[in-house]
C-alpha cells in the first residue's frame, strides 16, 4: 500500500508541477502564484543536476512540496557554489539551499529556523593513502569547494599548530575535485557526510572517518527577504518533520540508501556454485595440459610485458615534454640523416607528423635558420671524433614564420655500424629572449654611465673656467698701478665670468627641477611680439660684434600677437636657441621667425653654422648630451639648453624638432598652442639701461636680509636713494619694524631667512599695511618662482646676484 500511495503523491506532484506552467487563466485566474529563483550547484545526493539537466536531490524534494501546498513556483539557476554564494548576496537569486549556518554568514543572509539536515564536514582520500589523524595531512594538497566553509575550518584548524605545511586547492564542482583526486592532483578532499552516498563516492576513494566540525543545513535566503516566506518555509518544513510518512523522510530514503542490493534467490545462488565448481575441475584439468607450455613461455611473456611498459612509460614522457621533443637520428653518411623516433611535439614545433619527419629528416633541418645550420654541422663533427655529448644553441624557423631559439643536446652510439644520435631538443626562447634584454640593459646602463661620465667631465670644464677668471682676474686686481683701461678690462672679464656661472647653475637647477616633475606652468596673456622683438633686441649687438647678420621676420597680424602662454618659458625658448645659433655660427646669418599655422604658433631658428649630423638629431634634446661628445673645441655650455628647451615646449604642449647637415647650418622649430587673447594690457616693462635720474624725496627703507654681505651691498645701492635705512636679520624683525615705522616706504625683502622667510613677513605685512611698497631679492632664479613671490603680497622681485641698473630701474618704476 505504502508503494501504492507513493506513486500517487508522486503523479499528484506531477501534475501540480504541469498545471503551474500552464499559461492558460483556467487554473491562475484567482491565485497569487509567486516565483522564486533557487540556485542549484552539484552537491549529490543533496542537490544536483541528472543526466537530463534537471535539478534533483534531497532539497529539490522538500522545495517541490513546499511550492505545492504554498502556490509557488521556483525557477532554477545553475552555477558553482562561489558564484551562487555572490548572486544570493546581491540578490540576484531568492534561495539557496543546503547552506551550512554560520555567524558570519548569518549578517549577509537570512536562514530558515529548522535545520533541514545535520552533517559534519569529513575528509576523503585517495585509495592509496590511508589516513589516521589530522597530522597526516602534513605536505598534503587538499581539495576544497571555492566558497564553502570547508577551507575555513582546516586552515583554522591546522594553523594552531605551525608545523602543519599544507596547500589548499579550490575547485567550482564536485566532478572537478573528485576527477583531480583519482588523477593523483591531490591528495585529500573536504566535503560534507553525504559524499559518501553520491554516485561520485566509489572504492577508489576512502573514507578516512576523520571528522573536523559539525554543521546544520538549511535555506538561505536573500537578506531583504520579507519575515512571512521565510516563517511559510519553517511551517511546511515542521509539518514534514514531524509527520513520518511525509516526502521529508522518503526522499531521505530514496537517496541515503546505498546498500539496498537486489536478492539472489537460494536455488539460483546453488546453480552458480554448480556451474563454478564445474568449471573449476574443466580448468584445472586443462591448466595441467598447458602447464609445461606455460613454463617456458612464462619468462618471455614478463620479459616482454616489462618491455612493453617501459616502452610506454617512455613514450608518454617523450609525448607529454610540452617544452621540448625528444628525438634518434641515424646517419649513413655525413649528409644523410633518418630517424627511427621522434616524439609527437614533433607536429608543434615543426608542423609534420611523426610519420612524415621519420621518411624525411629535411623536413625538420631545413628549418633551422641558414646563419646557424653550420654550427650545428660542426658541434655533430666536433662531437663524433671523440664519441662525447655536443650543445648547441641555435635559431629556428616556426611555422608560423617567426624565430624561436632551442637548445640540443645529442650523444652519438654505434648501432649495428651505424651511427645513432640520442638527443633532445628544449625551446629556450624565453630565456634567450632574457639574455637579450639583460645585455641591451647592460649596454644601456654603460652608455649612461658614459654619458654621466661626460657631462661631469664638461660640467667640471664649465665651472672652472669661470671661475678661473673670476679669481686669477681678481687676483691680478690687486697688483699696483694698475691702469685704469686694463682694470676696467680685468672688471669686464670677472662679470662676464661670473654671468656665464649663474647660467650653469641656473641650467643645472631648472634640470633638476623638471626631472624631479616640480616645473610648474604659469600661464598669462602674452604679447609675441614683445618676446620676439625683445630677444632680437638684446642679441643684435652680440651678433654685430662677431659679425654675424641678425633677422626677424614675424608674419603675425595683429589679432594673433597676444596669446595665452607661460611668457618665461617662452622667452627662455627662443633665448637658447638664438644664444645657440650665434655661438654656433662663425660667419653668416642667423634668422629669427614666427608664423601661425593652424591652430598653433610655429617659431624657426635658422643658422648658417656648422651644423648637427643627421645620427644626433635626438641626442641633442636629451639630458646632459651634447650634439657631438667627442668635439672638443671650446663651445661653451652644459649640454643643458635643448633638453630644457624641449622639457619647456612640451609643457606648453607644443613640439621641438630640428633640420640639419653636418656643415651646413640648422633650423630649429618649435610650436605652441594658439590661445587666443583679447587684452588691454600695457606693454611689459624691460628694464635693460641705467636710469640717469634722482628721486626729488628720499625714501625710508628697510632691509631685510641675514647675510652680512648682502646686506652690505644693498645698503651701498640704495644709500643714494634713501634718507633713513633700517635693517631686519629675519621675517620676524622685518614685520614687527614696520610695526614701529608705518611711514617705511620701501621693503627690500630676502625670501630666505630664519626664523620666518620673505613669503611670510610678506602675508603678515600685507595684513595691516597694503601701501608700503616690497621688492624681493632672492638667490633662487627658477621659472616660476616669480609668480609665487608676486602671489605672497610683494609688488615685484630681483634676483641675486643683484644687477644695480635694474635694481635702480626697479625703484623708479614704483617712485617716478
Given at each position: 500500500m505504502s508503494f501504492l500511495k507513493l506513486h500517487i503523491n508522486k503523479l499528484l506532484l506531477l501534475l501540480i508541477i504541469v498545471l503551474n506552467f500552464i499559461p492558460s487563466p483556467i487554473y491562475s485566474q484567482n491565485t497569487n502564484t509567486r516565483i522564486l529563483k533557487v540556485g542549484v550547484y552539484d552537491s549529490p545526493p543533496k542537490i544536483f543536476l541528472n543526466d537530463n539537466k534537471e535539478p534533483e536531490g534531497i532539497f529539490i524534494d522538500i522545495l517541490k512540496d513546499i511550492g505545492t501546498n504554498e502556490n509557488l513556483v521556483f525557477e532554477y539557476h545553475y552555477d558553482s557554489w562561489a558564484n551562487l554564494?555572490?548572486?544570493?548576496?546581491?540578490?540576484?537569486?531568492?534561495?539557496?539551499?543546503?547552506?551550512?549556518?554560520?555567524?558570519?554568514?548569518?549578517?549577509i543572509f537570512k536562514f530558515n529556523k529548522i535545520e533541514i539536515l545535520n552533517s559534519w564536514v569529513e575528509i576523503f582520500s585517495r585509495k592509496s593513502l590511508e589516513l589516521k589523524t589530522l597530522s597526516d595531512l602534513k605536505n598534503k594538497k587538499i581539495g576544497v569547494i571555492k566558497g564553502s566553509l570547508q577551507?575555513?575550518?582546516?586552515?583554522?584548524?591546522?594553523?594552531?599548530?605551525?608545523?602543519?605545511?599544507?596547500?589548499?586547492?579550490?575547485?567550482?564542482t564536485y566532478i572537478d575535485f573528485v576527477g583531480a583526486l583519482k588523477k593523483g592532483k591531490i591528495d585529500v578532499i573536504l566535503t560534507d557526510r553525504f559524499f559518501a552516498f553520491s554516485k561520485l563516492y566509489d572504492k577508489n576513494i576512502n573514507r578516512s572517518g576523520i571528522i573536523i566540525n559539525s554543521s546544520t543545513l538549511h535555506f538561505a535566503f536573500k537578506k531583504n527577504e520579507k519575515k512571512e516566506l521565510i516563517d511559510l518555509f519553517d511551517k511546511n518544513i515542521s509539518d514534514l518533520k514531524n509527520d513520518s510518512d511525509s516526502v521529508y523522510y522518503k526522499t531521505l530514503f530514496h537517496w541515503l540508501d546505498r546498500n539496498i542490493k537486489p536478492s539472489i534467490p537460494n536455488y539460483i545462488k546453488w546453480l552458480i556454485v554448480a556451474f563454478i565448481a564445474s568449471l573449476v575441475i574443466a580448468l584445472f584439468f586443462v591448466l595441467l595440459l598447458r602447464k609445461s607450455v606455460k613454463n617456458k613461455t612464462k619468462e618471455l611473456s614478463i620479459a616482454k610485458e616489462k618491455a612493453e611498459e617501459r616502452e610506454e612509460q617512455l613514450k608518454s614522457i617523450a609525448n607529454n615534454f610540452s617544452n621540448g621533443m625528444i628525438y634518434q637520428i641515424t646517419m649513413t653518411d655525413e649528409n644523410n640523416r633518418k630517424f627511427n623516433y621522434v616524439s609527437d611535439t614533433v607536429l608543434k614545433f615543426y608542423d609534420c607528423t611523426v610519420e612524415e619527419a621519420k621518411k624525411d629528416a629535411n623536413l625538420l633541418y631545413n628549418k633551422i635558420h641558414p646563419e646557424d645550420i653550420n654550427v650545428l654541422i660542426e658541434k655533430e663533427k666536433e662531437a663524433l671524433k671523440n664519441m662525447t655529448v655536443f650543445n648547441a644553441e641555435v635559431r629556428v624557423i616556426n611555422p608560423n614564420g617567426t624565430i624561436r631559439w632551442s637548445y640540443y643536446t645529442s650523444k652519438p652510439r654505434i648501432i649495428n655500424n651505424v651511427i645513432c644520435w640520442d638527443g633532445i631538443e628544449i625551446d629556450i626562447s624565453e630565456r634567450k629572449l632574457m639574455?637579450?634584454?639583460?645585455?641591451?640593459?647592460?649596454?644601456?646602463?654603460?652608455?649612461?654611465?658614459?654619458?654621466?661620465?661626460?657631462?661631469?667631465?664638461?660640467l667640471s670644464h664649465e665651472i672652472r673656467t669661470p671661475m678661473n677668471g673670476i679669481l686669477g682676474f681678481s687676483k691680478l686686481l690687486q697688483e699696483p698701478n694698475l691702469e685704469g683701461e686694463l682694470q676696467k678690462k680685468y672688471f669686464e672679464i670677472i662679470q662676464k665670468s661670473g654671468e656665464r656661472m649663474l647660467n650653469i647653475i641656473n641650467d643645472i637647477i631648472n634640470i633638476s627641477k623638471i626631472e624631479a616633475g616640480l616645473m610648474e606652468i604659469h600661464l598669462q596673456p602674452t604679447n609675441i611680439n614683445q618676446k620676439v622683438e625683445f630677444v632680437y633686441n638684446f642679441f643684435k649687438p652680440i651678433a654685430q660684434n662677431a659679425s654675424i647678420e641678425l633677422i626677424l621676420k614675424n608674419s603675425l597680424e595683429t589679432k594673433e600677437i597676444h596669446i595665452h602662454t607661460d611668457r618665461e618659458k617662452l622667452l627662455a625658448i627662443i633665448t637658447n636657441l638664438v644664444n645657440n645659433a650665434i655661438k654656433h655660427t662663425e660667419k653668416g646669418k642667423v634668422e629669427i621667425s614666427c608664423y601661425k599655422k593652424n591652430n598653433f604658433i610655429e617659431f624657426s631658428v635658422k643658422d648658417t653654422g656648422i651644423g648637427i649630423a643627421r645620427d644626433r638629431h635626438d641626442a641633442i634634446f636629451k639630458r646632459f648630451i651634447q650634439a657631438d661628445l667627442k668635439n672638443k673645441k671650446a663651445i661653451q655650455g652644459a649640454g643643458l639648453g635643448l633638453s630644457i628647451s624641449k622639457a619647456y615646449v612640451e609643457m606648453l604642449g607644443g613640439n621641438i624638432w630640428v633640420e640639419s647637415e653636418l656643415g651646413k647650418g640648422s633650423i630649429f622649430y618649435f610650436t605652441i598652442p594658439f590661445h587666443t587673447v583679447i587684452t588691454n594690457e600695457p606693454a611689459e616693462m624691460t628694464l635693460?639701461?641705467?636710469?640717469?635720474?634722482?628721486?626729488t624725496n628720499k625714501l625710508k627703507i628697510l632691509i631685510a636680509e641675514d647675510d652680512k654681505m648682502s646686506e652690505l651691498l644693498l645698503t651701498k645701492l640704495v644709500k643714494e636713494f634713501s634718507r633713513e635705512i633700517i635693517k631686519a636679520r629675519n621675517g620676524k624683525e622685518a614685520v614687527e619694524a614696520m610695526y614701529k615705522h608705518p611711514d617705511i616706504d620701501l621693503i627690500m625683502m630676502d625670501i630666505q631667512m630664519p626664523e620666518m622667510n620673505g613669503h611670510e613677513a610678506t602675508r603678515e605685512i600685507r595684513k595691516f599695511n597694503q601701501n608700503t611698497i616690497i621688492i624681493a631679492q632672492t638667490a633662487y632664479a627658477l621659472i616660476g618662482d616669480k609668480e609665487r613671490i608676486i602671489e605672497s603680497g610683494c609688488n615685484d622681485c630681483i634676483t641675486k646676484p643683484i644687477n644695480s641698473n635694474e635694481l635702480k630701474s626697479l625703484i623708479f618704476k614704483y617712485f617716478n
Amino acid at each position: 500500500m505504502s508503494f501504492l500511495k507513493l506513486h500517487i503523491n508522486k503523479l499528484l506532484l506531477l501534475l501540480i508541477i504541469v498545471l503551474n506552467f500552464i499559461p492558460s487563466p483556467i487554473y491562475s485566474q484567482n491565485t497569487n502564484t509567486r516565483i522564486l529563483k533557487v540556485g542549484v550547484y552539484d552537491s549529490p545526493p543533496k542537490i544536483f543536476l541528472n543526466d537530463n539537466k534537471e535539478p534533483e536531490g534531497i532539497f529539490i524534494d522538500i522545495l517541490k512540496d513546499i511550492g505545492t501546498n504554498e502556490n509557488l513556483v521556483f525557477e532554477y539557476h545553475y552555477d558553482s557554489w562561489a558564484n551562487l554564494l555572490n548572486k544570493l548576496e546581491n540578490g540576484k537569486i531568492d534561495i539557496l539551499p543546503g547552506t551550512t549556518y554560520d555567524v558570519e554568514r548569518n549578517t549577509i543572509f537570512k536562514f530558515n529556523k529548522i535545520e533541514i539536515l545535520n552533517s559534519w564536514v569529513e575528509i576523503f582520500s585517495r585509495k592509496s593513502l590511508e589516513l589516521k589523524t589530522l597530522s597526516d595531512l602534513k605536505n598534503k594538497k587538499i581539495g576544497v569547494i571555492k566558497g564553502s566553509l570547508q577551507e575555513k575550518y582546516i586552515v583554522k584548524i591546522l594553523h594552531k599548530d605551525s608545523i602543519f605545511d599544507f596547500q589548499i586547492v579550490p575547485f567550482n564542482t564536485y566532478i572537478d575535485f573528485v576527477g583531480a583526486l583519482k588523477k593523483g592532483k591531490i591528495d585529500v578532499i573536504l566535503t560534507d557526510r553525504f559524499f559518501a552516498f553520491s554516485k561520485l563516492y566509489d572504492k577508489n576513494i576512502n573514507r578516512s572517518g576523520i571528522i573536523i566540525n559539525s554543521s546544520t543545513l538549511h535555506f538561505a535566503f536573500k537578506k531583504n527577504e520579507k519575515k512571512e516566506l521565510i516563517d511559510l518555509f519553517d511551517k511546511n518544513i515542521s509539518d514534514l518533520k514531524n509527520d513520518s510518512d511525509s516526502v521529508y523522510y522518503k526522499t531521505l530514503f530514496h537517496w541515503l540508501d546505498r546498500n539496498i542490493k537486489p536478492s539472489i534467490p537460494n536455488y539460483i545462488k546453488w546453480l552458480i556454485v554448480a556451474f563454478i565448481a564445474s568449471l573449476v575441475i574443466a580448468l584445472f584439468f586443462v591448466l595441467l595440459l598447458r602447464k609445461s607450455v606455460k613454463n617456458k613461455t612464462k619468462e618471455l611473456s614478463i620479459a616482454k610485458e616489462k618491455a612493453e611498459e617501459r616502452e610506454e612509460q617512455l613514450k608518454s614522457i617523450a609525448n607529454n615534454f610540452s617544452n621540448g621533443m625528444i628525438y634518434q637520428i641515424t646517419m649513413t653518411d655525413e649528409n644523410n640523416r633518418k630517424f627511427n623516433y621522434v616524439s609527437d611535439t614533433v607536429l608543434k614545433f615543426y608542423d609534420c607528423t611523426v610519420e612524415e619527419a621519420k621518411k624525411d629528416a629535411n623536413l625538420l633541418y631545413n628549418k633551422i635558420h641558414p646563419e646557424d645550420i653550420n654550427v650545428l654541422i660542426e658541434k655533430e663533427k666536433e662531437a663524433l671524433k671523440n664519441m662525447t655529448v655536443f650543445n648547441a644553441e641555435v635559431r629556428v624557423i616556426n611555422p608560423n614564420g617567426t624565430i624561436r631559439w632551442s637548445y640540443y643536446t645529442s650523444k652519438p652510439r654505434i648501432i649495428n655500424n651505424v651511427i645513432c644520435w640520442d638527443g633532445i631538443e628544449i625551446d629556450i626562447s624565453e630565456r634567450k629572449l632574457m639574455e637579450i634584454e639583460l645585455q641591451k640593459s647592460k649596454e644601456k646602463a654603460e652608455e649612461s654611465d658614459r654619458l654621466k661620465t661626460a657631462f661631469l667631465t664638461n660640467l667640471s670644464h664649465e665651472i672652472r673656467t669661470p671661475m678661473n677668471g673670476i679669481l686669477g682676474f681678481s687676483k691680478l686686481l690687486q697688483e699696483p698701478n694698475l691702469e685704469g683701461e686694463l682694470q676696467k678690462k680685468y672688471f669686464e672679464i670677472i662679470q662676464k665670468s661670473g654671468e656665464r656661472m649663474l647660467n650653469i647653475i641656473n641650467d643645472i637647477i631648472n634640470i633638476s627641477k623638471i626631472e624631479a616633475g616640480l616645473m610648474e606652468i604659469h600661464l598669462q596673456p602674452t604679447n609675441i611680439n614683445q618676446k620676439v622683438e625683445f630677444v632680437y633686441n638684446f642679441f643684435k649687438p652680440i651678433a654685430q660684434n662677431a659679425s654675424i647678420e641678425l633677422i626677424l621676420k614675424n608674419s603675425l597680424e595683429t589679432k594673433e600677437i597676444h596669446i595665452h602662454t607661460d611668457r618665461e618659458k617662452l622667452l627662455a625658448i627662443i633665448t637658447n636657441l638664438v644664444n645657440n645659433a650665434i655661438k654656433h655660427t662663425e660667419k653668416g646669418k642667423v634668422e629669427i621667425s614666427c608664423y601661425k599655422k593652424n591652430n598653433f604658433i610655429e617659431f624657426s631658428v635658422k643658422d648658417t653654422g656648422i651644423g648637427i649630423a643627421r645620427d644626433r638629431h635626438d641626442a641633442i634634446f636629451k639630458r646632459f648630451i651634447q650634439a657631438d661628445l667627442k668635439n672638443k673645441k671650446a663651445i661653451q655650455g652644459a649640454g643643458l639648453g635643448l633638453s630644457i628647451s624641449k622639457a619647456y615646449v612640451e609643457m606648453l604642449g607644443g613640439n621641438i624638432w630640428v633640420e640639419s647637415e653636418l656643415g651646413k647650418g640648422s633650423i630649429f622649430y618649435f610650436t605652441i598652442p594658439f590661445h587666443t587673447v583679447i587684452t588691454n594690457e600695457p606693454a611689459e616693462m624691460t628694464l635693460t639701461s641705467t636710469p640717469n635720474k634722482t628721486l626729488t624725496n628720499k625714501l625710508k627703507i628697510l632691509i631685510a636680509e641675514d647675510d652680512k654681505m648682502s646686506e652690505l651691498l644693498l645698503t651701498k645701492l640704495v644709500k643714494e636713494f634713501s634718507r633713513e635705512i633700517i635693517k631686519a636679520r629675519n621675517g620676524k624683525e622685518a614685520v614687527e619694524a614696520m610695526y614701529k615705522h608705518p611711514d617705511i616706504d620701501l621693503i627690500m625683502m630676502d625670501i630666505q631667512m630664519p626664523e620666518m622667510n620673505g613669503h611670510e613677513a610678506t602675508r603678515e605685512i600685507r595684513k595691516f599695511n597694503q601701501n608700503t611698497i616690497i621688492i624681493a631679492q632672492t638667490a633662487y632664479a627658477l621659472i616660476g618662482d616669480k609668480e609665487r613671490i608676486i602671489e605672497s603680497g610683494c609688488n615685484d622681485c630681483i634676483t641675486k646676484p643683484i644687477n644695480s641698473n635694474e635694481l635702480k630701474s626697479l625703484i623708479f618704476k614704483y617712485f617716478n
